[in-house]
């Protein structure tokens, strides 16, 4: 397949990247301004524009377009950029799996199943949700996959600030009432792939299977790594003023059935660092 990943230059869209090509896919990526480090026909794209994102696309000509871009501070890049990626997408028949986010749901449901209807409380939220109303309305075979915390070998935002807290070069705590399905980069971005080869359409929950707090997750992350996890400190989302769900839990019973990808929990895969390499 020609495959092009919008937002290659990410921590997810990399991951994409890699895989895509080592599975033999002809592979293109797009970049907001420096192109990652996967080898890949890069190509500089503001999803803003949608006159270059059509562009973009024609000149490519992909089979399947992966989305995996935002901005969680950007309205424009985070929901009007994914409605000119879909149009772009419908405007070239190529496939469509667009990444989403936990951050759609209030928490007050605690578990979400995926028929739920999303009902965010905070911007970044409310953006993911409108992306969602924007991609399916253009395009009704395209997946949308939500997801939650994207956790690597020591590649991701949240591990970094774990170091950078249990390390004393960074101020602030972690939430012990905060709770998510972090999912591994590789089993997730092999899970997307094999959505977009599989052509089934509508809302797919891919996350991990352990709910665990941010305060767990990074005692997780700080023993793996060698780090003192009692040197992290703890905190209440509650009554913090931080924007956001506190307690998400995607079920994702319905597309666990779809996929080969096995969708490992963070209790396991932050036993122990493992080598980069696809899931399976």
């Not at 149009?87 to 759609?104: E, K, P, W, Y």
Request: hydrophobic share 45%; net charge neutral.
């Amino acid at each position: 397949m020609r495959v092009t990943v919008v937002g290659g230059g990410g921590f997810l869209g990399g991951e994409l990247v890699r895989q895509a090509a080592e599975a033999g896919h002809r592979v293109a990526a797009t970049c907001f301004s420096r192109p990652g480090r996967a080898a890949a026909e890069w190509r500089t794209l503001d999803v803003r524009d949608r006159a270059a994102a059509a562009a973009v696309l024609a000149a490519l000509r992909p089979d399947v377009v992966v989305n995996a871009a935002y901005r969680q501070d950007d309205w424009a890049t985070t929901a009007t950029g994914a409605a000119h990626v879909a149009l772009a997408c419908a405007a070239q028949g190529a496939r469509l799996v667009h990444v989403s986010s936990d951050a759609v749901f209030s928490g007050d449901a605690v578990t979400y199943a995926e028929d739920a209807e999303p009902d965010p409380i905070s911007p970044y939220g409310a953006a993911k949700a409108a992306a969602e109303v924007a991609v399916r309305a253009v395009d009704p075979a395209a997946a949308v996959v939500r997801t939650s915390l994207i956790i690597g070998d020591g590649g991701s935002p949240q591990e970094a600030r774990v170091h950078a807290l249990a390390t004393g070069r960074a101020d602030g705590v972690l939430f012990t009432d905060d709770v998510r399905c972090p999912v591994h980069v590789r089993d997730l971005a092999a899970a997307l792939l094999e959505l977009a080869a599989s052509g089934s359409a509508g809302v797919h929950h891919v996350a991990g299977p352990d709910a665990v707090s941010r305060h767990e997750l990074g005692c997780l992350i700080a023993r793996r790594d060698g780090l003192d996890p009692a040197r992290l400190p703890a905190g209440l989302r509650a009554g913090s003023g931080v924007p956001g769900p506190a307690d998400v839990r995607l079920d994702c019973t319905a597309t666990r059935r779809l996929l080969r990808t096995r969708l490992r929990g963070a209790r396991e895969f932050l036993r122990e660092r493992t080598p980069s390499g696809p899931a399976g």
